[in-house]
């Protein structure tokens, strides 16, 4: 039975945990409900904190003189300086966490497609970007797995998304007693992850965990981080995946009859030709890593990035899935 680290996930609170829309409604997703029993959530409503009360009238963001208010046109209060005030002292005053799941298109957590109004009159035109707490999370966490419930329906961006978070997860619970010797246990387990990531990323991952320079090992490991973040936050391409596959069944191969190598090697033309999912080689290459006790292949967080529970194979029919 493998064991994974307990993820911090800030959460809007209306997604499943309160009736707290400005209509008093809530929104059950079934990914939040999922994701309950295997993560430690911070819930919140900015609109709530602020006071605005539960049911109430909507809020709208107006853009004046390239800022954003927050503009609550039916009792014509601005309540930006109270939503800049929450905003400041929620995140001076956050814990470390491994990512964020806010509701899409509210002109709070919103992350994008939030509509921005030219005025504060009634018919006025309107462009599309970020919620003002959605906003201000992408600049202060941004590095970190930041989607909305929206964009989480598509499976390829879930399962990024669950990697990051459960990477991220890893991490910090090293740190929590770091070391060098857990460093380098840190990247020798996600050393294939990182591969299908970006494999010069990896490689120079590698030298700082290597340390000839001999640096300290806080300057070590916020260096590390620095790097492993900026690499998780591209979804791998699925080529970087075949050579991932390729490598990995090197340390394999050797135990399989020419037949077994055949239909390994088949079936990764048929990943490539889009015929089957990525899951169902990682399978196989488990299975192989098991048979043989392959314990370096064993080791490797790609073959289990996350808990099979939070597998979901439903998708909202955008893009290629993983
Ligand atoms: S979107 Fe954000 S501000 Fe709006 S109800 Fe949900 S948690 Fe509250």
């Not at 497609?113 to 966490?141: D, P, T, W």
């Not at 050579?243 to 055949?262: C, M, P, T």
């Not at 999912?277 to 990682?282: C, D, E, R, V, Y």
Request: one cysteine or more; glycine letters at 6%; a neutral charge.
């Amino acid at each position: 039975m493998e064991s994974f680290p307990q993820p911090r996930v800030v959460v809007s609170k209306c997604l499943g945990f309160e009736h707290c829309r400005y209509d008093g409604s809530v929104i059950n997703d079934p990914f939040v409900a999922m994701l309950e029993p295997h993560v430690d959530f911070i819930k919140v409503c900015p609109e709530k904190e602020i006071g605005l009360g539960v049911p109430r009238s909507p809020i709208r963001l107006v853009q004046e003189n390239k800022h954003k208010r927050v503009f609550q046109p039916a009792t014509g209060k601005d309540v930006t300086d109270e939503m800049a005030r929450f905003i400041d002292d929620f995140l001076g005053n956050l814990e470390p966490v491994d990512g964020f799941i806010l509701k899409h298109r509210s002109p709070s957590c919103g992350l994008g497609s939030v509509k921005i109004y030219y005025g504060f009159e009634e018919k006025v035109n309107h462009f599309r970007g970020k919620g003002m707490f959605g906003e201000a999370i992408l600049q202060s966490h941004g590095s970190l797995p930041v989607e909305d419930e929206g964009r989480l329906r598509n499976f390829s961006i879930r399962e990024h998304f669950l990697t990051r978070l459960y990477t991220m997860a890893a991490f910090r619970e090293f740190k929590q007693n770091p070391s060098m010797k857990g460093l380098v246990n840190f990247h020798t387990n996600n050393k294939m992850l990182f591969m299908a990531h970006n494999q010069n990323t990896m490689k120079e991952l590698g030298r700082i965990t290597a340390n000839h320079e001999q640096h300290p090992l806080e300057k070590v490991i916020g260096s590390y981080e620095v790097l492993m973040r900026k690499m998780l936050a591209s979804m791998p391409r699925f080529t970087s995946w075949i050579n991932v596959l390729q490598h990995a069944f090197g340390f394999i191969s050797d135990g399989l009859n020419s037949e077994e190598k055949n239909f390994f090697l088949n079936s990764v033309e048929e990943y490539r030709d889009e015929r089957i999912p990525l899951s169902t080689l990682i399978k196989l290459l488990k299975s192989y890593a098991l048979r043989f006790n392959q314990e370096y292949l064993l080791r490797q967080t790609f073959l289990n990035p996350f808990p099979l529970d939070l597998v979901q194979i439903t998708d909202s029919g955008k893009g290629r899935n993983m």
